[in-house]
C-alpha cells in the first residue's frame, strides 16, 4: 500500500519495495484530484513489482503515454518500471529508416529531407525527450523561413510528426511534442496546370524515344513518373483490350488504365522496335531529375510555350482531369489509383472550358424550364418541380450522349 501526502507545493508517494526497503516518489506540484489518481497506478505497478508480474492494461498505458520523461524516470529509479531510452534524432531516425524496407525510393527520399530540415534545427545529438511542444512550433516556423512551397513545408512536419508518433509507440516518449501540429495536406492551386492535347502534342514532338513515351505515359495514362512508367512491363499491356495493369511502387497495389488512342499506337511502335524477349517497356529507366531536365529542355524549343510547374505532377493531373469529365469521380479515382479525396485537392482541376460547358447547361436548363412539352410558356413568376422527363433529365441525358447543347470540355483527348 502507497501513502499519499503533501509536502510544500508538491505531493509524495512512499511505499515499502518487494526489498523492504521505504522509497519515495515525489509526483510535483498536481491537483489533488491528479496526485489521487497517479497513487492508484502507482500502487498496481508496486503490486506487480512485488508479485512479478504486469501491471494492468490502463496502468500500462498511462506509464507509456501520460507520464511525463521526469517522473517516469523517477518512478524507474525506485524499480517499478524499466527506464525510457534517451534516444537522440539522428540515430533514431536512422534506425526508423533501416526498418522500413517497404518503403520505395520516392518516400525514403523525402524522409531523408525531412530529417535533413529536422537535424539542422535541433541538431543531429538533440535527446527526442528535451523536444517540447514550443520546440514543434519553432520547427514549423523554421520551416517557413526556407524556399518551400506551403505543401512540402507540411508535407516535411508531417514526416517528423510521424517519427515522434513511432517514438512513442516505441515508450521512448509519453507524448508526442507534434501533437498539436496540422499538418493535413491540401493542393496549392497556384502550382497546378492543365496541360491541353494541343500543348502536349506539342511537347511530344519535340521528345524521341523512351523519354517520349514516358512523357505520354504520364499524360494519357496518368502514370506516376517515372516510378510506374520504369517499371512498365510489356507482360502488363494487352493491346487487344486496350488496357494495361500498373503496380504503384508508392502503393504497393496494381489498377487497370485504359490505354487511349494517343497513347496506343505510340506503345504499339515501341512494342514492335522492342528486342526479342524484352521485360520492360521502359528498358533504360531514367530518375526524375533526368527525365524532368528532356521535358523542360522540349518545352523550351515550343515557341511561345513556357516551363510549367510541378512539370511530371501536372501530366498526371491533366489526365486526371480529362477521366473525371467522361466518367462517375470513384471511376476516375480508381484509375489514378487514390481516393476521390485525394484527387479533388491534388489532381482535379476547373479551366475556362469547363466554365463555358457549365454556362451552356444552365442556359439550356434554363430555357427548358420555361417552355413546356406543347412549346408554350410557362409562367415564369412559379418555380417548376423537376419530376420525370424534365428539364433536369434530359440534360443529364443530353450529357451522358454528348448531343448537340451540351458538349463536355474533353481537351485532353
Wanted: charged residues 25%; proline residues 5%.
Amino acid at each position: 500500500m502507497a501513502t499519499l501526502y503533501r509536502h510544500g507545493d508538491s505531493f509524495k508517494i512512499q511505499f515499502i519495495d518487494r526489498d523492504g526497503e521505504r522509497r519515495t516518489i515525489t509526483l510535483g506540484p498536481v491537483t489533488v484530484k491528479d496526485a489521487a489518481a497517479m497513487q492508484a497506478h502507482i500502487e498496481r505497478l508496486i503490486d506487480a513489482s512485488i508479485g512479478g508480474g504486469s501491471p494492468p492494461r490502463e496502468t500500462a498505458a498511462w506509464l507509456a503515454a501520460s507520464v511525463g520523461n521526469v517522473l517516469h524516470e523517477r518512478i524507474a529509479r525506485v524499480g517499478l518500471c524499466e527506464p525510457r531510452r534517451l534516444a537522440a534524432l539522428r540515430p533514431f531516425a536512422d534506425d526508423y529508416e533501416r526498418t522500413r524496407t517497404d518503403w520505395s525510393a520516392g518516400t525514403r527520399q523525402q524522409f531523408r529531407m525531412a530529417i535533413f530540415d529536422a537535424v539542422s534545427h535541433f541538431g543531429a545529438d538533440r535527446r527526442l525527450a528535451t523536444i517540447t511542444p514550443a520546440d514543434a512550433d519553432a520547427f514549423v516556423a523554421f520551416l517557413r523561413t526556407r524556399s518551400l512551397a506551403v505543401e512540402t513545408a507540411k508535407k516535411r512536419a508531417k514526416i517528423v510528426k510521424h517519427l515522434f508518433a513511432v517514438a512513442v509507440r516505441s515508450h521512448i516518449l509519453g507524448s508526442n511534442p507534434f501533437a498539436h501540429v496540422k499538418t493535413g495536406a491540401r493542393g496549392n492551386p497556384e502550382r497546378m496546370r492543365y496541360i491541353d492535347r494541343v500543348t502536349a502534342e506539342a511537347v511530344a514532338a519535340e521528345l524521341t524515344g523512351e523519354v517520349r513515351l514516358t512523357f505520354m505515359l504520364g499524360r494519357w495514362a496518368g502514370l506516376r513518373l517515372p516510378s510506374e512508367a520504369n517499371a512498365l512491363r510489356w507482360q502488363d499491356v494487352d493491346f487487344h483490350s486496350a488496357t494495361m495493369r500498373v503496380f504503384a511502387l508508392k502503393t504497393r497495389r496494381s489498377r487497370t488504365v485504359p490505354i487511349v488512342p494517343q497513347l496506343f499506337d505510340e506503345l504499339l511502335t515501341a512494342h514492335e522496335r522492342s528486342p526479342e524477349g524484352a521485360e520492360r517497356v521502359i528498358a533504360n529507366p531514367r530518375r526524375l531529375p533526368v527525365l524532368q531536365r528532356a521535358i523542360e529542355r522540349a518545352i523550351d524549343r515550343v515557341p511561345g510555350l513556357a516551363r510549367w510547374p510541378r512539370i511530371t505532377q501536372n501530366l498526371r493531373s491533366s489526365f486526371a482531369t480529362d477521366l473525371v469529365r467522361l466518367a462517375p469521380a470513384s471511376v476516375a479515382a480508381q484509375v489514378l489509383g487514390h481516393s476521390a479525396k485525394t484527387a479533388a485537392e491534388h489532381y482535379w482541376q476547373v479551366n475556362g472550358d469547363d466554365f463555358a460547358a457549365l454556362h451552356k447547361a444552365l442556359q439550356q436548363a434554363a430555357e427548358l424550364t420555361r417552355t413546356d412539352a406543347h412549346g408554350k410558356i410557362d409562367d415564369v413568376r412559379k418555380p417548376r418541380k423537376f419530376t420525370n422527363e424534365t428539364a433536369l433529365e434530359r440534360m443529364g441525358a443530353t450529357l451522358e450522349s454528348g448531343q448537340a447543347g451540351f458538349e463536355p470540355a474533353l481537351g485532353g483527348f
